[in-house]
């Protein structure tokens, strides 16, 4: 009689358990999480479109070239479509009926460290090329006092998400460890009155501290790190200079009357998004000095993108972004480099 009790408050216990990891699996669908793998929320909801790079067999040495970018919106696919560009481009260049494959992850508020990631997960394929371009959004995560600044960029919610999901690989297997971690470091943060900052504008009451590069380090700590996965890999990796336009003897505010003094795109970003636009130009500077000495430092490939690009309003929608003219002005000046320098040979 005992023994029926004891099995019997078991089985009760564990269709209790599976009924609690069914409940909790629906809630995570309904945040976009998959149900049976709820890890590919990685590749699926926060870095859209990884898991189709990923599922791939990407291996050099065959007919086509394979290439990955990696960087920001400016490269995107949604901004410069620079992938189909480069591809009209150098078909043409190259010729021999030479065929590209083009893997294009830059994303709006990409930083150093999403690309640090996404490469990172990428370690099953092998590309021909890896072009890396991106020194604007990291400029974000310096708006913030100095006492709440984390070098992994945690006080910033999208990435302090990423690295609660990252540390719990049985999710698949069980989300109630995950879920539970969520519910306590929440707890935790209000009991803390924990500082977060968005990965995607600026806190006007921060804006005075972006004055500090403080992301000097961890941009030079990311890239050093893709430059060590390209190495151990085998991938030719290609590092640029960041290309920007600041307007002589204008102070930009963020205002509509701006745009005065660009190309007039359909399209544009404020510069106050990234913060002061004074701040703003010394920390595309600082990280472009960055991308210089490791490229330098490290014998690699490297491009000067923005001595390259004129200095010209036309060109661009904004500090960074690139109009039409803009976007075949960049697609061909990289294209002549890579030519010239025999990158996809």
Same mark, same amino acid.
């Given at each position: 009689m005992k023994f029926r009790s004891?099995?019997?408050?078991?089985?009760?216990?564990?269709?209790?358990?599976?009924?609690?990891?069914?409940?909790?699996?629906?809630?995570?669908?309904?945040? *976009?999480?998959?149900?049976?793998?709820?890890?590919? %929320?990685?590749y699926k909801g926060i870095y859209q479109g990884?898991?189709?790079?990923?599922?791939?067999?990407?291996?050099?040495?065959?007919?086509?070239?394979?290439?990955?970018?990696?960087? *920001?919106?400016?490269?995107?696919?949604?901004?410069s479509r620079l992938e189909s560009r480069l591809d009209t481009i150098l078909s043409k260049k190259l010729g021999n009926g030479q065929k590209f494959a083009f893997y294009n992850q830059a994303r709006?508020? %990409?930083?150093?460290?999403?690309?640090?990631?996404? %490469?990172?997960?990428?370690?099953?394929?092998?590309?021909d090329l890896v072009i890396y371009y991106e020194a604007i959004?990291?400029?974000?995560?310096?708006?913030?006092?100095?006492?709440?600044?984390?070098?992994?960029?945690?006080?910033?919610?999208?990435?302090?998400?990423?690295?609660?999901?990252?540390?719990h690989p049985e999710i698949n297997f069980t989300v109630i460890p995950f879920l539970v971690a969520k519910v306590i470091k929440a707890?935790?943060?209000? *009991?803390?009155?924990?500082? %977060?900052?968005?990965?995607?504008?600026?806190d006007p009451k921060f804006i005075k501290y972006g004055a500090?590069?403080?992301?000097?380090?961890?941009?030079?700590?990311?890239?050093?790190?893709?430059?060590?996965?390209?190495?151990?890999?085998g991938d030719n990796l290609l590092l640029m200079s960041y290309a920007s336009y600041?307007?002589?003897?204008?102070?930009?505010?963020?205002?509509?009357?701006?745009?005065?003094?660009?190309? *007039?795109?359909?399209?544009?970003?404020?510069?106050?998004?990234?913060?002061?636009?004074?701040?703003?130009k010394k920390g595309i500077k600082t990280h472009n000095e960055v991308i210089t000495e490791l490229a330098r430092e490290n014998h690699l490939n490297f491009m000067d993108?923005?001595?390259t690009m004129p200095k010209d309003s036309s060109l661009f929608c904004d500090v960074c972004h690139v109009s039409e003219a803009g976007a075949q002005r960049y697609a061909n000046e990289l294209s002549d480099f890579i030519v010239k320098n025999k990158l996809l040979r």
């Open positions: 004891v099995f019997f408050t078991v089985i009760f216990f564990l269709i209790l358990l599976l009924f609690t990891e069914v409940l909790l699996r629906l809630v995570l669908v309904f945040y *976009g999480y998959p149900f049976f793998r709820p890890s590919d %929320y990685l990884l898991d189709k790079v990923a599922e791939k067999n990407i291996q050099r040495g065959d007919d086509v070239k394979d290439v990955l970018i990696l960087g *920001g919106s400016v490269v995107s696919t949604a901004w709006a508020g %990409y930083t150093s460290l999403d690309n640090r990631i996404q %490469y990172e997960l990428l370690d099953k394929q092998r590309f959004n990291e400029n974000r995560a310096n708006n913030v006092p100095p006492k709440d600044f984390l070098p992994d960029y945690s006080h910033i919610k999208w990435y302090s998400d990423i690295y609660l999901l990252r540390a707890a935790r943060d209000i *009991g803390s009155h924990k500082v %977060y900052i968005s990965q995607e504008t600026v500090d590069i403080k992301t000097a380090k961890p941009f030079r700590k990311n890239l050093g790190e893709i430059i060590n996965m390209a190495n151990h890999r600041f307007p002589q003897n204008v102070v930009l505010t963020g205002q509509e009357s701006d745009m005065k003094h660009f190309a *007039g795109c359909n399209f544009a970003s404020p510069v106050v998004i990234w913060g002061n636009p004074e701040n703003v993108m923005a001595n």
